[in-house]
């Protein structure tokens, strides 16, 4: 499928990392009237409904004559966009006001780290609409739903909501941005040719997930995507791929209820990836960095460990904040985790206790080897900045998965269109 590279008219999105960023506000957001969503006819109903929501953009997209030429006079026309997505929902964001405190200080936090990022926030919260906190805001109209059928739905249709895109990320609202070379890391995903679509990968040696990129686990898997923070290449395969994970998750929620719990998430999107044949791009810790348990079934939630971190870290899943030295960096986590820049490992024995860095072999051995022995010689072995896609042999009963997949996700989409023109 070929795709447009566009950028928004009133910014410079496209600028290197630490670039100045400038940006027209529109005071009252408008519609983007070059989309089907923004007719008033039958089709465009339809395709509302189909998008769950309308679009907010500060400005059209601009492809014009003269904007390529600036781009281009400038050395940036080869240089893509990079977008991050957040969802904020109205029945949990109203909830004490933490959700809505939480997304406002990481967006705030992105903007002022990041600018060259266009941020993109989907939510049914007036407040967070009217805030200015993204670029662009996806208003969600329907808040009784599970929201992971909300978050899945709109990022199946990213190529709809926004076509300026070329590498997304979909991140979790309580993300802690620690650096500015988010836009660069995203850019560097972005220009190899073999990644699609990447992640953090879980640790997960128990049942029922039996995965880990350890081999001492014997785990069944070695790439558990860990999906607080997804990143994708906008066009047709990864358009299928989250289109096929919608209507798993789908077909698991019957129920449109946000009070009923959704199930993992994690297995539906590695098997869509096998049945697809895509290949899962595993992302350095440094960039997605997140806390792993050393085995939940056999020592619960804690101990807590990170995989090997090397350079400065991008960004943080979650973290206890009263677990961080305040001799080292005044409780922010990021400071302490880039306090020393050697390959290191963050390690919590136990709930109370605080984080450590550990550098060597056996300042993990000294922590780590009555729960788990052979870990420490693996993960300190684990240094890695991508596994990338190794070519795979011909293999018929894979291929006709694969084949299978596209047709049952191409008749998916025409029953869709269907049923949206019938709705209509």
Same mark, same amino acid.
């Not at 465009?44 to 929501?53: F, Q």
């Not at 979790?172 to 500015?180: F, K, N, P, R």
């Not at 302490?336 to 300042?363: C, G, H, T």
């Given at each position: 499928?070929?795709?447009?590279?566009?950028?928004?008219?009133?910014?410079?999105?496209?600028?290197?990392?630490?670039?100045?960023?400038?940006?027209?506000?529109?005071?009252?957001?408008?519609?983007?009237?070059?989309?089907?969503?923004?007719?008033?006819?039958?089709?465009?109903?339809?395709?509302?409904?189909?998008?769950?929501?309308?679009?907010?953009?500060?400005?059209?997209?601009?492809?014009?004559?003269?904007?390529?030429?600036?781009?281009?006079?400038?050395?940036?026309?080869?240089?893509?966009?990079?977008?991050?997505?957040?969802?904020?929902?109205?029945?949990?964001?109203?909830?004490?006001?933490?959700?809505?405190?939480?997304?406002?200080?990481?967006?705030?936090?992105?903007?002022?780290?990041?600018?060259?990022?266009?941020?993109?926030?989907?939510?049914?919260?007036?407040?967070?609409?009217?805030?200015?906190?993204?670029?662009?805001?996806?208003?969600?109209?329907?808040?009784?739903?599970?929201?992971?059928?909300?978050?899945?739905?709109?990022? %199946?249709?990213?190529?709809? $909501?926004?076509?300026?895109?070329?590498?997304?990320?979909?991140?979790?609202?309580?993300?802690?941005?620690?650096?500015?070379?988010?836009?660069?890391?995203?850019?560097?995903?972005?220009?190899?040719?073999?990644?699609?679509?990447?992640?953090?990968?879980?640790?997960?040696?128990?049942?029922?997930?039996?995965?880990?990129?350890?081999?001492?686990?014997?785990?069944?898997?070695?790439?558990?995507?860990?999906?607080?923070?997804?990143?994708?290449?906008?066009?047709?395969?990864?358009?299928?791929?989250?289109?096929?994970?919608?209507?798993?998750?789908?077909?698991?929620?019957?129920?449109?209820?946000?009070?009923?719990?959704?199930?993992?998430?994690?297995?539906?999107?590695?098997?869509?990836?096998?049945?697809?044949?895509? $290949?899962?791009?595993?992302?350095?810790?440094?960039?997605?960095?997140?806390?792993?348990?050393? $085995?939940?079934?056999?020592?619960?939630?804690?101990?807590?460990?990170?995989?090997?971190?090397?350079?400065?870290?991008?960004?943080?899943?979650?973290?206890?904040?009263?677990?961080?030295?305040?001799?080292?960096?005044?409780?922010?986590?990021? %400071?302490?985790?880039?306090?020393?820049?050697?390959?290191?490992?963050?390690?919590?024995?136990?709930?109370?206790?605080?984080?450590?860095?550990?550098?060597?072999?056996?300042?993990?051995?000294?922590?780590?080897?009555?729960?788990?022995?052979?870990?420490?010689?693996?993960?300190?072995?684990?240094?890695?900045?991508?596994?990338?896609?190794?070519?795979?042999?011909?293999?018929?009963?894979?291929?006709?998965?694969?084949?299978?997949?596209?047709?049952?996700?191409?008749?998916?989409?025409?029953?869709?269109?269907?049923?949206?023109?019938?709705?209509?």
């Amino acid at each position: 499928m070929l795709r447009r590279t566009a950028i928004c008219a009133c910014m410079i999105l496209v600028g290197r990392v630490g670039d100045a960023v400038s940006t027209v506000v529109v005071s009252t957001p408008t519609y983007d009237r070059t989309r089907p969503d923004a007719n008033p006819g039958p089709r465009g109903n339809a395709a509302w409904k189909r998008s769950w929501g309308k679009t907010w953009i500060d400005a059209p997209l601009a492809n014009t004559p003269a904007a390529r030429s600036h781009r281009s006079s400038q050395g940036l026309e080869k240089t893509p966009v990079a977008c991050a997505i957040f969802f904020a929902y109205g029945s949990r964001a109203r909830k004490g006001g933490r959700y809505e405190l939480e997304i406002n200080r990481t967006l705030t936090r992105l903007k002022r780290l990041n600018p060259g990022v266009h941020i993109i926030l989907a939510t049914d919260n007036p407040s967070l609409q009217q805030q200015g906190l993204a670029n662009q805001i996806i208003a969600v109209e329907f808040t009784k739903v599970t929201q992971w059928k909300t978050r899945l739905k709109i990022m %199946s249709n990213m190529s709809h $909501h926004a076509p300026q895109c070329d590498v997304t990320a979909a991140l979790d609202s309580h993300v802690t941005l620690c650096s500015s070379n988010l836009y660069s890391r995203m850019r560097e995903f972005y220009m190899r040719r073999d990644t699609v679509i990447g992640a953090n990968v879980e640790h997960a040696p128990q049942p029922a997930w039996y995965s880990s990129p350890f081999a001492y686990t014997n785990a069944k898997y070695q790439h558990l995507p860990h999906n607080f923070a997804l990143m994708w290449k906008n066009g047709q395969t990864a358009d299928d791929v989250l289109e096929e994970w919608y209507f798993n998750m789908v077909s698991m929620m019957p129920v449109d209820d946000a009070r009923v719990r959704a199930p993992d998430d994690q297995v539906p999107l590695r098997d869509v990836l096998g049945r697809q044949g895509v $290949h899962l791009t595993r992302l350095q810790e440094s960039f997605t960095f997140a806390f792993k348990s050393v $085995h939940k079934h056999k020592f619960g939630f804690n101990p807590r460990f990170s995989y090997l971190v090397e350079g400065p870290i991008t960004m943080i899943h979650s973290y206890n904040a009263s677990a961080v030295p305040d001799s080292v960096a005044r409780g922010d986590i990021c %400071s302490f985790i880039n306090s020393d820049m050697r390959p290191r490992i963050v390690w919590q024995e136990s709930r109370d206790a605080k984080y450590e860095l550990l550098f060597s072999f056996e300042e993990c051995q000294a922590k780590m080897a009555r729960f788990e022995p052979k870990i420490c010689q693996e993960l300190l072995a684990d240094s890695v900045t991508t596994i990338n896609p190794r070519l795979q042999p011909w293999n018929p009963s894979r291929h006709m998965n694969v084949v299978f997949a596209s047709v049952v996700s191409v008749t998916r989409r025409i029953m869709h269109e269907i049923s949206g023109q019938l709705d209509a």
